[in-house]
């Protein structure tokens, strides 16, 4: 995520091998300038995850990527999966674009 360090090597291979997302498709989804935060991530039990919704040039697809933060070091996250968008996911994500696009007019 933009300011924050996300370190891949829990998430990757799951997110890679049951997903077909490569971890710079997840980064360029944390780095979209539209992207959605959710934190904590509402569907988490446990509070310390987070919900990012972005949209990856290279997928030419809107992701959801989640990220834990650790507790090693504060400001820090694990990438923990990441996924193609199912269409409510996508819809959310279109439409806050849109209204951030019609407030910068």
């Known amino acids: 995520m933009v300011g924050f360090e ?4 829990h998430g990757a291979e799951h997110m890679g091998s049951r997903h077909q997302v490569t971890v ?5 989804a944390l780095a979209d300038d ?5 934190d904590p991530d509402p569907a ?10 972005g949209y990856s040039p290279s997928a030419a697809a809107v992701l959801v990527v989640i990220l834990v933060r650790r ?3 504060p400001g820090a996250w694990w990438g923990a999966n990441g996924w193609r968008a199912n269409s409510t996911e996508r819809r959310t994500y279109e439409e806050q674009s849109e209204q951030k696009g019609s407030s910068d007019e």
């Open 24 to 28: 710079e498709q997840a980064d360029e």
């Open 44 to 53: 988490s039990r446990s509070g310390v995850s987070a919900r990012v919704i």
């Open 71 to 73: 507790k090693d070091r």
């Open 6 to 9: 996300v370190d891949w090597q």
């Open 34 to 38: 539209e992207r959605i935060v959710a």
